[in-house]
């Protein structure tokens, strides 16, 4: 089998980054490139998630009534700098959408080119 359905996880990863990052480059939506970003966060999260989950462990969570072998766990690192980088993609996502919808009450539009036209002096209607 192709080593691209083996590894399936890091194969969807890089097309969702390939995606955002076109979405990213080639829209002049603000908002779209908004989305776009958040695709390529999601994309770095899933490819994180799948290297720290190793098949036959178990989560970190300790019984009392269990003895303990740290060898049957996986290791609680990543899950813990995903958790910290969603925080703050919510967070980074939240500020951007705040400016978007200020510069759209100061320029009314989030078109990057429209709002450039306007900026140089230019009319917005062609």
């Known amino acids: 089998m192709s080593k691209i359905f083996v590894n399936y996880f890091y194969s969807s990863a890089f097309i969702l980054f390939t995606i955002g ?12 490139k908004i989305i776009g970003m958040n695709i390529m966060d999601t994309s770095v999260f899933l ?14 969570i300790l019984n009392p009534d269990e003895s303990i ?24 996502t939240a500020f951007l959408l705040a400016l978007a919808v200020k510069l759209y009450e100061f ?6 080119e429209q ?3 306007i900026r140089r002096g230019l009319d917005g209607d062609d």
């Open 21 to 32: 990052f076109f979405i990213l480059l080639f829209n002049s939506n603000l908002i779209k």
């Open 107 to 112: 320029y009314g539009t989030v078109d990057m």
């Open 47 to 60: 490819l994180f998630i799948s290297k720290g989950y190793i098949r036959g462990k178990r989560a970190p």
């Open 69 to 92: 072998v740290f060898t049957d766990y996986i290791n609680p690192l990543p899950s813990a700098l995903i958790l910290t980088g969603i925080v703050v993609a919510v967070s980074v």
């Open 115 to 117: 709002i450039n036209r």
